[in-house]
């Protein structure tokens, strides 16, 4: 027999405690009914909590403890009120991004029937989509710096960085996931008519890469008329793909057209394996409702799907698992119970029985 | 009597030829009836037909041509399909905006009796909010460049630009504009949690010119989640400041929630009143709808309302041309006729009519 599956669970701030052990609860029925053997390990630091005992988000050993994991079942961080979020954030969730290469951040957006929908006259089948965003370079970095600083001649320079590495794969993971479709259609975010340097040489390469995929139909959008289309045509997109910056915006945008952005998960892939990849929910910690047991959980729980899928290569057993828990999902989305985000009032762990008895 | 406002209109491309003739005549109508005198001198350069004809957009003494002018009425700018969009903005719309300081762009947002609200159970008065973009330099610069180029290796960088002089007053000119509304609440866009130089500089500004204005309220949130917002508490924004991308992608997203880009007018001030300010609807050159005469042309008429009232200082004649012209354009989106793109049947001829008629 083959040796289990290696989880991290770093459950992290805030709510991301109260989704995290729902969460887990799904991922071990599911794993247990098709037969796959995970091996959890619980982590306490990548955290605030951490951070105030310790003066640092995480051990100076954190990759040698992660790397030889198979991925990371990740809660949510962030407490501003103590920690600053460039802190917090840089320094576990977007440092696991980049560390461990997990330069793919796949975002599914979809409306399901028993979730009331923000857009007017939309139903479920109209929102279901995949955003594919860049997730290590791009927008996000800490280059460039600040001239005359304190002074009126203050000038503030910021680095985006694109490399033909880090966009060709990023771009070639969204053109195979489109080929990979019913309807074979790939939306391309930019903005090259505004950002005049990094923006028409990511238009250039995705035109490259278009080439080697005829069978996939490119749509280029600005960012701008893009997020307007989220709104007014969703039908439209099947397949997004989109810098760094770009995609972080689509896929909170993506998530409140369906509904709430509290049930969207988020897998950051090394599809190559070399490094864990890491699932997380998109809502953050949610300082507001914490400590209260009224987080949906779904969130975690269907990043917790996907991660299953990941791991057996989206076949097999993960493959079975992954659907079981997305019907139970879709099942108590339809039917109750509902925490209060969804009208409803069920705790987070009714909520996350409801759906691991269902699996 | 004083001299006449002078102003420059100019059409541009595509639809721009088609609506900037209504928003002629409803600003020449509304004039004449509030004793407004302008003088107008249209102008056909800047537009893809005079590049196709002199390899460049605009003549060499552009500047001198409009410099002396009061405001520039502009249609829109944009031809893809035969100059690379990159070389019509930058060398027109975009050198407007940046070589006569109209650092402010002011969008407004408002949801009207009569047209359609993608946005399920939203009524007139739920949206209704302006946007305050910065309008001369962050994120929109062709800094940066390539290395290793053409080959594997290749990276390319790009730079934004903030100066303390362009972000304080783009905040003071939104500070001071919600200041003087009821609600003196103002939301700042950020994304200081993952751009991570000029994003936490930008903020300390903010919070540096909230000093001056304990009397507004002020909600600093990342652009991911306020796309979000935009969507789900369209209620909860009151003015909205944001960088020159941020308030781009803001500026489109907001009027799709309000029904369509289409109605979408914007104001590029200089409020100095040093150098021209520039007067257009959001909507582009739309080549697919162009030379059928369906272009919806409120987007220009409007903009040509808050020409008027920022020409008068926002007093008098020119407060009462464009409340005059408002009220007619709610009286037509709410009674007919209509053009295509809000279900009737209409042409941009005779909705100008309509609303000139009204005025
Ligand atoms: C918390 C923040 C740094 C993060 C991001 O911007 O990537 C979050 O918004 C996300 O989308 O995962
Ligand atoms: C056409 C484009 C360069 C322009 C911009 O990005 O500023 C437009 O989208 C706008 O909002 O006026």
Redesign the pocket.
Known sequence: MSRPYRIALIPGDGIGKEVAPEGLRAVRRAAERFGLALEFTEIEWASCDYYRQHGTMMPDDWKEQLGGMDAIFFGAVGWPATVPDNVSLWGSLLKFRREFDQYVNLRPVRLFDGVPCPLAGRKPGDLDYLIVRENTEGEYTNLGGTMFAGTEREIVIQESVFSRHGTDRVLKFAFELAASRARRHLTVAT?S??VAISMPWWDSRADEMAKAYPQVAVDKQ?I?ILTARFVLQPQRFDVVVASNLFGDILSDLGPATAGTIGLAPSANLNPERRFPSLFEPVHGSAPDIYGRNIANPIAMIWSGALMLDFLTGGEGAGRAAHDAIVRAIETVLREGPRTPDLGGSASTTELGEAVAALI
């Open positions: 903005k008519n505004g600005h701008d």
